[in-house]
């Protein structure tokens, strides 16, 4: 079982810069895919990136290429999000997610083990 934490939401103006910390629990943090999605007020939960065991892969939402970049830190136990030049759409709670199979894809049932969300709201 992985427990993930998720921090480093707030608010910020647009074109600024926020960067999400998920911390997860266990010793097998190297063994899942990670992935990031977001839910917007009255939407549904839309993916926005993941990557994979190693790090070496990664795969981004259209909406944040090349603004969003994922990364992972296996010897901390941590994946990041880095959101650069935000905008007020990206405004959602950000959820982050393991997967044990280790498809580092868009699918939500990829992932088995979801954390409890942190807020970005980004002012305009």
């Known amino acids: 079982q992985v427990q993930l934490v998720e921090s480093g939401g707030g608010l910020v103006q647009a074109g600024g810069s926020l960067r999400l910390s998920c911390a997860a629990s266990?010793?097998?943090?190297?063994?899942?895919?990670m992935g990031w999605f977001r839910q917007a007020p009255g939407k549904e939960r839309e993916f926005v990136a993941a990557?994979?065991?190693?790090?070496?892969?990664?795969a981004t939402a259209n909406p944040v290429k090349g603004r969003f970049t994922i990364s992972r830190d296996n010897a901390r136990n941590t994946v990041y999000l880095q959101m650069n030049s935000l905008k007020p759409e990206d405004r959602a709670v950000y959820y982050c997610?393991?997967?044990?199979?280790?498809?580092?894809?868009?699918?939500?049932?990829?992932?088995?083990?979801w954390g409890q969300g942190t807020q970005v709201t980004v002012s305009s």
């Open positions: 997610a393991a997967g044990s199979a280790g498809y580092y894809d868009a699918r939500a049932r990829s992932y088995d083990y």
């Open positions: 266990g010793r097998t943090f190297s063994s899942y895919a």
């Open positions: 990557i994979s065991r190693s790090g070496g892969a990664t």
